[in-house]
């Protein structure tokens, strides 16, 4: 288990912020506190990804920044302007794919991208919604009825509403949420062009490998509370960790003396010992180690059949960030 | 404001409308035409004039009441519930748009739809009974006033539902019995005098009262009250939705 690091304060304001938040908590009218004290900044035009289990608090932070929830206190500033007092300012800003395929079954594709679009006060404009829905290969379906969409169709549509109006920041509440690996790799395609368009991308997602894939900085919430929020880089760095296997030729009853000191563990069939060590830049070398376990199996005589590293993801942090609750 | 958001709204609640056609025109028409056959035509040939109006004409203003109101209620309380039901909500209540104008273009559409379905209503009962109107402006003013008015109400009952049995509760148990003994079929000076004091306690009374009055120029209570009344009613509604827009009832929680 890696240690947790100090949650993060709110930073000084950064003129380069699209959504500030400040101290932002919710409680629910049960009681449950689902927000607790959380201050973030989202730089504009990078990709951030917030990561938490279930029930960590990402939707409601999410809700109360695109206005679904009322937040219990703090406050939350999208593109400078206050999302309660300048909400018209701030709303029309944003774009919004939900978690849930929350969709009108009887309504055609072209008719419900369009009412968005007017929604969000925008006029008219059929030579962008048909660009829309042919960038999201909708339009051969633009006169079909919703209901008849296959889910990842309908995944797709929800993405063309969000982006119905041309908004500055897209928050996408688990894109990958039943969709095949074809029309996930095809998402991040088009989230990387809206990026290099000018939006501003903040997702949630259970799927590590798209955060890991996409992400400039990464938020981890766990139980209402931001306990990390950094680039995913400096993250993978600071947090990485490095794992040598050796696998050796006759299974060993027992570790070789002298190899328990250096953190060397010995797997339960006696074929393969291992060695963690940290990865970062900054983590102390671990060359000396793995000579001396190198040249301690030697003196043993202990023939070895394999060796191989592995670098832990992203995933294998979130995990240790949140104590396996994920 | 957002005048593109409200027509927007609108537009797509009329959408709607024309979708279900059968079910948003037809049916109301059928079941009020069937009235007329039965109370106006069959019974009505048989019972006294009132108030100088043979009982056919009489009860025209009565049941276009009673549709007005159970179709404003049905038409808005369903426009509202339907979106938190399926969550699409999450789009109207995401976008830069007021809680005047949302219900503007909820409660506008509802009310379009019901001062319509009036005006066909009045078309077809003037096809069974010979009809008068003496203040047609005020029967347009007391038309859309009304179905206004019944339309907020409906609103708030699509936000207060949290099922769809609830949705009918209000509109079946409340709204229709008030309207069947707030004088639809009869002048309230034909009760004895008990009831006539406790009909008066009954809101849908005044209404029905000063939309006769449009028609006929004589009315139960004084045109004055009917418009109190019915103004009352308006701000009410006014009220209680700008109270759940403020709190968020059952909207963002």
């Known amino acids: ?326 | 404001m957002n005048l593109v958001g409200v027509g927007a709204i609108y537009r797509f609640e009329m959408m709607r409308t024309f979708r279900t056609l059968a079910q948003s025109v037809v049916s109301p028409v059928l079941s009020t035409a069937l009235y007329f056959v039965v109370f106006g035509s069959a019974i009505g040939g048989h019972m006294p004039k009132i108030d100088g109006v043979t009982y056919g004409a009489f009860i025209v203003p009565g049941l276009m009441m009673l549709t007005l109101l159970t179709q404003s209620i049905a038409n808005a309380s369903f426009a509202i519930y339907f979106p938190r039901f399926t969550g699409t909500i999450y789009e109207v209540l995401s976008a830069p748009i007021s809680p005047l104008e949302i219900i503007a273009g909820y409660v506008g559409a509802a009310a379009t739809k019901t001062v319509v379905l009036g005006l066909i209503i009045l078309a077809t009962a003037a096809l069974f009974v010979p009809l008068e109107v003496r203040h047609p402006v005020w029967m347009l003013a007391f038309l859309v006033l009304m179905a206004i008015t019944f339309s907020l109400f409906g609103f708030i009952i699509g936000i207060w539902a949290d099922n769809f049995e609830k949705l009918q509760v209000i509109p079946l148990l409340v709204v229709a019995p008030l309207t069947f003994l707030g004088g639809t079929f009869y002048s309230i000076d034909m009760l004895p005098d008990a009831w006539r004091i406790v009909t008066l306690f009954n809101p849908v009374v005044y209404l029905v009262s000063g939309f006769r009055w449009s028609f006929f120029g004589t009315s139960d209570v004084g045109i004055a009250v009917s418009v109190g009344m019915t103004l009352a009613f308006l701000a009410a509604g006014l009220v209680i939705v700008a109270w759940m827009f403020r709190t968020g009832y059952r909207l963002k929680n």
């Open chain 1, 1 to 326: 288990m890696i240690p947790l690091p100090s949650a993060p304060s709110a930073s000084p304001a950064d003129a380069d912020a699209v959504l500030t938040v400040r101290r932002l908590s919710k409680v629910y009218a049960s009681g449950h506190k689902a927000l607790d004290d959380v201050s973030l900044e989202i730089r504009r035009g990078e990709i951030f990804a917030l990561l938490g289990p279930n029930g960590a608090g990402k939707t409601t932070l999410i809700s109360i920044v695109c206005g679904l929830v009322n937040p219990t206190s703090g406050e939350v500033r999208v593109g400078g302007h206050d999302i309660a007092a300048d909400y018209r300012a701030a709303r029309s800003l944003i774009g919004l794919v939900p978690q849930e395929l929350t969709t009108d079954a009887f309504e055609t594709v072209w008719n419900a991208v369009s009412f968005t679009r007017g929604l969000f006060g925008k006029r008219r404009n059929p030579a962008y919604i048909e660009k829309l829905l042919r960038d999201l290969a909708l339009w051969n379906k633009k006169d079909a009825r919703i209901m008849t969409l296959s889910g990842g169709m309908k995944r797709r549509l929800l993405i063309a509403k969000a982006l119905s109006h041309e908004p500055k920041v897209l928050f996408l509440d688990e894109p990958s949420a039943g969709v095949d690996v074809e029309l996930r790799r095809d998402m991040w395609r088009m989230v990387r062009q809206l990026r290099r368009d000018g939006v501003t991308i903040i997702l949630t997602t259970h799927y590590l490998e798209e955060a890991e894939e996409m992400a400039d900085r990464v938020g981890v919430i766990d139980k209402g509370r931001l306990v990390v929020i950094e680039e995913k880089a400096k993250l993978m760095r600071r947090l990485g960790q490095k794992q040598l296997s050796i696998v050796v030729a006759a299974p060993l009853r027992a570790l070789p003396a002298g190899l328990a000191p250096l953190g060397v563990t010995l797997s339960e069939d006696g074929r393969t010992l291992s060695l963690t060590y940290a990865s970062g830049a900054d983590a102390p070398q671990a060359g000396p180690t793995i000579a001396a376990l190198l040249a301690r199996l030697a003196q043993e005589g202990v023939a070895v059949s394999d060796v191989s590293t592995r670098e832990s993801s992203l995933e294998d942090i979130f995990v240790n960030l949140v104590g396996g609750a994920a």
